[in-house]
């Protein structure tokens, strides 16, 4: 194929009967075979077709082939013998890629302007010096090289101008000093950068080093957005449903209770809260506009830990009482300097600050007569006390992993849970 690449596309003819004379015999070997002309057994395919110019017959040409490190492709083109119509254009052979591609050459030498191209329909060919862009889908694909590339944008530009000249002759005037400059840029007066967007992955632009690395190539893969799936037909259901699941983090959820006070229909708020550098909980909220009463609850969003957690707190600041604090219901509070314990269960689970729970002994505390330690221990592992000093270590605060007792695991009823090896005990259904 000539330099000059493809020429303008236009529809392509209408396939109607084979020529069985004029096709190459069947020969053994790959169907599609590498591009190369020194191999005369790989000669397209001839086939009559209708020419959409003059709807006289022409002939449509089909070669399969494979492009040396990149994949299989059809190139196919028309030409009239009547009218003289003529059009060429390729198609990828395989699927759409899993990612999109972009190739940014940094076009510096003659040489690079022989490089072969595969450009598909959903490319588009920038050329960032000119502020020169060849939108998708504005072109069939074409196997070319760079300078056909250009030679096909000056002809795509040439081809329009005499009817510009007789209707806006200053716009023509301005295309045609464009149209210079992409001539002048052929003879490399200066390097210039070609780059080519594919988001559907099946373009190609040569690597005559190959499979050595290419300083002047850079190749870049890249996840398709939204609009980019859109485009190329593809349904783009997964980032749908992450979208979904975000808004239900978001949402606070509303349900219908009744009041544990009074017994009156109620309403009860839950929202899932991340807590930073802890985990997911569960905040209920139910609030009743018979009676007022009020309360809240707070519950992990995860199972029972490996291991069970003691947080010991030096309280040393009234800035202490501020930090974020979560009780599982099955944590206990001490504080030994008071001689003061909180037991399991006894106040539920709590989301709040030190000071809140701590609301009742909070001003021996806050007027600085002593100096505390504040000690949460939960074998459930599912407690947390904010480090103010995230992501390092907090001076004042120590946390620590242990293995729970066989009470702690009596309590928490794990026991008598039995999660490895089960099946075995299960006897046959009758």
Known sequence: ?????????????????????????????????????????????????????????????????????????????????????????????????????????????????????????????????????????????????????????????????????????????????????????????????????????????????????????????????????????????????KLEEEDLRNEVLQFNTNCPECNAPAQTNMKLVQIPHFKEVIIMATNCENCGHRTNEVKSGGAVEPLGTRITLHITDPSDMTRDLLKSETCSVEIPELEFELGMAVLGGKFTTLEGLLKDIRELIIDGKMKAHFIMNDPAGNSYLQNVYAPEDDPEMKVQRYKRTFDQNEELGLNDMKTEGYEAGLGPQR
Not at 37 to 50: H, V
Not at 94 to 103: F, H, L, P
Not at 148 to 168: C, F, H, K, M, Y
Not at 173 to 189: A, M, Q, T, W, Y
Request: glycine letters at 6%; charged letters at 25%.
């Open 1 to 241: 194929m000539s330099a000059s690449g493809a020429v303008e596309p236009g529809p392509p003819g209408a396939a109607v009967a084979s020529s069985p004379a004029e096709a190459p015999p069947s020969t053994a070997g790959p169907l599609f075979r590498p591009i190369s002309a020194e191999d005369e057994e790989q000669q397209p395919t001839e086939i009559e077709s209708l020419c959409m110019n003059c709807y006289r017959n022409g002939t449509t040409r089909l070669l399969l082939t494979k492009i040396p490190f990149f994949r299989e492709i059809i190139v196919s083109s028309f030409s009239c013998e009547h009218c003289g119509w003529s059009n060429t254009e390729i198609q990828s052979a395989g699927k759409i890629q899993d990612q999109g591609v972009r190739y940014t050459l940094t076009v510096r030498a003659q040489e690079d302007m022989n490089r072969e191209v595969v450009k598909t329909d959903s490319a588009t060919t920038k050329i960032p010096e000119l502020d020169f862009e060849i939108p998708a889908f504005s072109q069939k694909g074409a196997l070319t090289t760079v300078e056909g590339l250009i030679n096909r944008a000056i002809s795509g530009l040439e081809q329009d101008q005499p009817t510009r000249r007789a209707v806006e002759d200053a716009t023509a005037e301005r295309i045609d000093e464009f149209i210079g400059k992409l001539k002048e840029l052929k003879r490399v007066p200066s390097s210039f950068t070609l780059i080519i967007d594919d988001p559907s992955g099946n373009s190609f632009v040569e690597n005559p080093h190959a499979p050595q690395k290419d300083d002047a190539l850079v190749i870049t893969h890249y996840n398709r957005t939204l609009q980019q799936a859109e485009m190329l037909g593809l349904q783009a259901e997964a980032p749908e449903e």
